[in-house]
């Protein structure tokens, strides 16, 4: 079960935004991952608890930011209910997409566990609901994924495949690579991975 620390910040001027504390582990449904985050004082920022069934598709997402909160699932493409801070009003949203996105690096594993591409495979579009702190204000975003590179590194523990992805906006045209090992994100924008206590988990 790897845990660790990532440190997120702004990837065009670099400001800190947070630290995220992970765990994450493939279970009897898919792959689950849990969070805390803090801020540049150590105050609690919010809390990621995301949920895959084996196909790689959200089968439960709970945010937390500040006092905002959303809940969600894979439903008729999928479906959230945000609360404001007050608690007394909530708003419930649909879109027919695939998944979920947000500043976590839990969603960039869980769309590549959702796509499975190989080095071979052909760019794919995938439209996500992205979460945007720090409201949690829902976005539709559409993206194209490649996988253009694989490699096996050795380490202590055996092999690691490192996955090297191509991620394109869609409606911007803006490209970035991510860098995944397992369910663990070794580099992307405003990404960094600070500690690791265990090596990434393998699936199948």
Do not use: K
Not at 16 to 38: I, K
Not at 120 to 147: E, I, K, M, N, Y
Request: with cysteine.
């Amino acid at each position: 079960m790897p845990r660790g620390r990532y440190s997120l910040h702004d990837p065009h001027d670099h400001t800190p935004l947070a630290e995220e504390h992970f765990q994450c582990a493939p279970g009897p449904s898919g792959w689950r991952y849990v969070s805390r985050l803090t801020g540049p004082a150590g105050e609690h920022r919010g809390s990621v608890d995301l949920a895959l069934d084996d196909l790689g598709r959200p089968l439960r997402l709970e945010l937390h930011a500040g006092d905002w909160q959303v809940r969600g699932a894979a439903l008729d493409g999928v479906t959230w209910v945000r609360t404001d801070p007050t608690g007394l009003n909530a708003t419930e949203g649909n879109v027919r997409a695939h998944a979920f996105t947000g500043t976590s690096p839990a969603f960039l594993v869980a769309t590549a566990r959702l796509l499975r591409l190989t080095p071979s495979s052909v760019a794919t579009r995938v439209r996500l609901v992205a979460f945007t702190d720090p409201v949690l204000a829902p976005r539709t975003v559409d993206q194209s994924w490649a996988l253009v590179n694989s490699e096996a590194h050795a380490t202590d523990n055996g092999p690691l495949t490192v996955d090297e992805y191509q991620v394109t906006a869609l409606d911007t045209g803006e490209q970035h690579a991510v860098h995944i090992a397992g369910d663990v994100v070794l580099a992307a924008p405003g990404i960094e991975l600070e500690d690791l206590q265990s090596p990434p988990s393998r699936f199948d």
